[in-house]
């Protein structure tokens, strides 16, 4: 749920309240028996998520620039999801609760700093590309905490690798996360009411954070996308569908990884697609 408040033509409160539901479905967490092939548990995890709340700022005057603009915005991450969500984990020994895998855990038990910023700009005043709006958009949450106190979901077993009982990736991180996009919409076309987008998407959690320690269980990596879009808006109701498509996938190394001595590539798990869909009501 994201509620915009307009205190001025220029400045905008925008807050953001998550309800997310996650599942998780893997066999290298589990009973470690290894049969062929190794059977699969999923591990679940829903409620409220990190509530974000930021101001943003028209670097120009809105009504005097119709047609092109860049807003910055500032914020703050509250530490309102759960961040030792738990599942049943299988061991050898039978069924043990065990905190969900950080990709779907609620929350990461931080407080952060939100820097955002979104831009647009028509290409021309008149002719084909009157209706054509080049946009931008950034999002970086700062998080200056190093760790938290929910174990990983591996973090009962003092396996050989990952060496999940020392103390540098036996919590989980409390990382950074980014997510820029880039691209154009063509408005109005073929009736007013209707727009189509297109653009690319770079999005991820980085190794190092921009503030504090970078210690603790984390899988860093970022994927570029694609991104289509179509939307319909009418009177005061807009909806919208974007569908990004990955193209590229990078899993980094985090930095614990590298002091522990953990052999191989990075262990990022990064989605083929995503289908969002947006619905805003004015009042």
Known sequence: INVVYGVTKRLSLVLDIPFQYGTRATSIEHDFTRPNPPPLHTMRAGGLGDIRLRGDFWLLDPVKHPNQNIALGLGVKFPTGDYGATDTAFRPTGPVERPVDPAIQLGDGGWGIVLHGHGFARLA?????????????????????EM??????LGDLPVPFPPTSDPRVKYDSISDQFLFRLGFTQVGFPIKELSFSFGGRFEGVPSHDLIGGDEGWRLPGHAVSVEPGISYSRGKDYIAVTVPIAVWRHASKSVPFEQ????????????????????????
């Open 260 to 283: 522990v001595g953990v052999p191989g590539p990075g262990l990022e798990t990064l989605a083929d697609y995503q289908i969002t869909l947006t619905y805003t009501r004015t009042f």
């Open 148 to 153: 938290n106190s929910t174990e990983n979901t």
């Open 125 to 145: 005043s008149q002719g084909w590309l009157k209706n054509t709006v080049a946009y931008a958009e950034g999002t970086y949450v700062c998080n200056p905490e």
